[in-house]
C-alpha cells in the first residue's frame, strides 16, 4: 500500500510539474515570446504527457492485469487486457 500510495504521488506531482510548464507557455504567449520557443514549450509539455502516461499504462499491466490473472479470475483479466490494448491503441494515435 505505501508502494502504491508513493507511486500516486508521484504521477500527481509531474502532472503539477506540467500544469506550470503549461502556465508557463501562456505566460510565453501573453509576452509575445518568440514563436519556436513556445512550440519547444509545448513539445516538451507533450513529451511530458506522454510519460506520465506510459507510466500509467506500465501500471495497469504490471498491477491491474497481474492481480486479475493472479487472482485466477480469466474474465477480469481477459477484461484489463482489452482495456489496455484499447489505451495502447488511443495512445498511439496521438503520436
Known sequence: MKR???RKEALI???HRIEGQVRGIERMVEEDRYCIDVL??????RTALEQVGAKLLEDHVTHCIAD???AGDGRAATAKTEEMLEAVQRFVKTR
Open 13 to 15: 506531482k509531474r502532472l
Open 68 to 70: 486479475a490473472v493472479a
Open 4 to 6: 502504491e500510495a508513493a
Open 40 to 45: 519547444t514549450q509545448i513539445s516538451a509539455v
